[in-house]
């Protein structure tokens, strides 16, 4: 399974209770939307690294690291690349 597959299949599952995923935009803000809190970054940061293995760092917890699946796949590209 692709890196964006597991991210949004671990996102509509823990935020959206397994809702359609069709409302979950590749390039949405999670937090604009309402998606995921700033609590829910933590669970999503602790998936992210069990999942892939790496190490996220407090200076990495930016917005732009974080806030949709398009940045968040770019994101972990980055880290195991």
């Known amino acids: ?9 671990f996102i509509i599952e823990n ?3 397994g809702s359609d995923d069709a409302s979950l935009g590749d390039g ?4 604009e939307s309402g998606i995921i809190d700033s609590t829910g970054i933590l669970e999503l940061v602790g ?6 293995n790496i190490e996220v760092s407090d200076d990495e917890l930016v917005p732009e ?3 949709s699946l398009n940045q ?5 590209g980055r880290k195991k690349g």
């Not at 949405?28 to 937090?31: C, I, M, P, R, V």
């Not at 998936?47 to 892939?52: G, L, Q, S, T």
């Not at 968040?72 to 972990?76: I, R």
């Open 47 to 52: 998936f992210i690294e069990d999942e892939f």
């Open 65 to 67: 690291n974080f806030d």
């Open 15 to 17: 935020f959206l209770f």
């Open 28 to 31: 949405d803000s999670f937090l």
């Open 1 to 9: 399974m692709e890196v964006r597959e597991k991210i949004k299949g």
């Open 72 to 76: 968040l796949v770019e994101y972990v």
